[in-house]
């Protein structure tokens, strides 16, 4: 653990390499800019690398933990945040984890507290933040930061990839576009989950590390990312009725006092159903059902802002 906040003069100077998708976000392309110039104002020793292909930026983060780095920031969205996780799982004497959020939804910088849109708070934070010790979760040996999930999120998620021109071009808008798209000729097949010897069903369930999905939205409020446990949210209702009522309710944080909808606290969960559906995690699909999903024995130091981060 670093030292205690407030005290700059013991953490300046960081040797930060910063890890970024160069597709997520494209109009951002000043923030970043405005990241880095403050960051060498700051003193830091900064090295930039760009991602060509999926898997860069975990292979580029195995390789740093070998080198001497105290921090590693991915700048991009959440899922360039998960393959970075997946590198620095199961490392000894790891750097720590930085985000520069620059993606779509950015739900990680909403759980923290990080705001994309102020470049000298990300610097700052980087620079001189603080660390919360968080506590991976793992869904068929992939590990995730905020949640894993089957179900219709999981197809919408599949094929948001599959449109990606949509994504860069819309942004947020394609998620709707999407859901809307895959709600209308998806049959919301069951699933069963089962969860600490307990049998549940529901159409779509996802297992939460985090209180955020989506972007600002809280959907399990008892979440917490250094936690031991994982929040799963089950939806049993199917159709577009059903999607619509979840949809609704979730930018008004009520999903999780729905009468129909199940919270459930466990340490690991089993998820039966059409094999080979889709399961997504961090917003990428990363597994297929059935799917096994648990809390990790790995963490990652995650630098986290505060309002005395700011340099005097």
Not at 183 to 193: M, N, S
Not at 233 to 256: D, F, H, T
Not at 289 to 300: D, K
């Amino acid at each position: 653990m670093l030292p205690a906040l407030g005290t700059p003069a013991l953490v300046q100077g960081r040797r930060v390499l910063i890890i970024h998708n160069p597709t997520a976000g494209r109009r951002r392309r000043r923030h970043l800019a405005l990241v880095l110039a403050r960051l060498e104002q700051l003193g830091c020793h900064v090295v930039t690398r760009e991602t060509q292909r999926r898997g860069d930026a975990e292979r580029f983060v195995r390789e740093a933990v070998e080198q001497d780095w105290d921090v590693v920031a991915a700048a991009g969205g959440d899922g360039t945040v998960n393959e970075m996780v997946n590198g620095l799982a199961g490392a000894e004497n790891p750097p720590m984890l930085a985000i520069i959020p620059m993606g779509t939804a950015n739900v990680l910088a909403c759980e923290i507290g990080l705001d994309p849109k102020d470049a000298e708070q990300v610097a700052n934070t980087i620079a001189f933040g603080a660390t919360k010790q968080v506590r991976l979760g793992i869904a068929n040996s992939r590990h995730f930061v905020l949640m894993a999930g089957a179900g219709l999120d999981a197809r919408v998620v599949e094929g948001i990839n599959l449109h990606s021109v949509l994504k860069r071009c819309t942004g947020k808008m394609a998620y709707v576009v999407e859901g809307v798209r895959q709600a209308l000729g998806y049959d919301f097949p069951a699933l069963e989950i089962r969860a600490d010897g307990q049998t549940y069903c529901g159409r779509m369930a996802v297992a939460c590390k985090g209180r955020h999905y989506g972007g600002p939205f809280v959907a399990a409020p008892e979440a917490d990312l250094g936690s031991s446990s994982l929040e799963i949210c089950i939806l049993p209702n199917k159709g577009v009725a059903g999607m619509l009522r979840y949809g609704l309710a979730l930018p008004l944080g009520q999903l999780s006092r729905l009468p129909e909808v199940q919270m459930v606290s466990a340490q690991s969960l089993t998820i039966t159903g059409p094999r080979g559906a889709p399961v997504q995690a961090d917003g990428d699909i990363i597994a297929r059902l059935p799917a096994e999903i648990a809390v990790s024995q790995e963490t990652v130091q995650l630098v986290m802002p505060s309002k005395v981060t700011r340099a005097n």
